[in-house]
């Protein structure tokens, strides 16, 4: 196996085009439509290949997590909590549809999509941390059948590295 492996997003693949003919092991082409990891040496001639920049490569041992020093942390989640502070008010008027609620929608769908990206860069949730690994016990302790399977794979996957 190589550095890295493809990932390919199922949403925007066009399906059955150019990586199904570069790849020299055949992992491109299965029956689930993703990648088989055991049979993907990495080589990056897949995501060259596609049209629709479907496929990452994805490293097998993720970088070390950058520290983040303690000031930056709680200014980071500063924002975060006006971030929900802002979408309990979108959701109130809202709910009095005071407003265009496809603006107020929007308005609240991108406060979340910045809370998720500005916990990711305060350290929580990249891969390699500690407190993915301890979310991914958490749901081998307490999910379904499928979603421990999931949770196990990826644990058995991505080393801590922080
Ligand atoms: S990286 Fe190489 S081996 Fe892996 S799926 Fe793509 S073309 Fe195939
Ligand atoms: S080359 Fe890209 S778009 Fe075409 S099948 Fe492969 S991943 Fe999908």
């Known amino acids: 196996?190589?550095?890295?492996?493809a990932y390919r997003n199922l949403k925007i693949c066009s399906k059955d085009c150019l990586c199904l003919f570069v790849c020299p092991t055949g992992a491109t082409d299965n029956e689930t439509g993703q990648i088989d990891f055991e049979k993907?040496?990495?080589?990056g001639a897949c995501a060259k290949a596609c049209p629709a920049r479907a496929i990452t490569m994805v490293p097998n041992k993720m970088p070390k997590q950058q520290p983040k020093n303690q000031v930056v942390i709680s200014e980071l989640f500063k924002i975060v909590n006006s971030k929900i502070e802002q979408n309990k008010i979108l959701k109130s008027l809202l709910k009095e549809n005071k407003e265009d609620s496809r603006l107020l929608k929007s308005l609240i769908h991108s406060n979340k999509v910045m809370v998720e990206d500005?916990?990711?860069e305060a350290g929580y949730m990249l891969p390699q941390s500690k407190n993915t690994h301890q979310f991914l016990e958490d749901i081998k302790a307490n999910g379904d059948e499928t979603s421990k399977k999931i949770a196990q794979t990826l644990l058995d996957k991505i080393e801590i590295n922080e």
């Open 1 to 5: 196996m190589g550095k890295s492996h």
């Open 40 to 43: 993907c040496i990495g080589c």
């Open 118 to 120: 500005i916990i990711r």
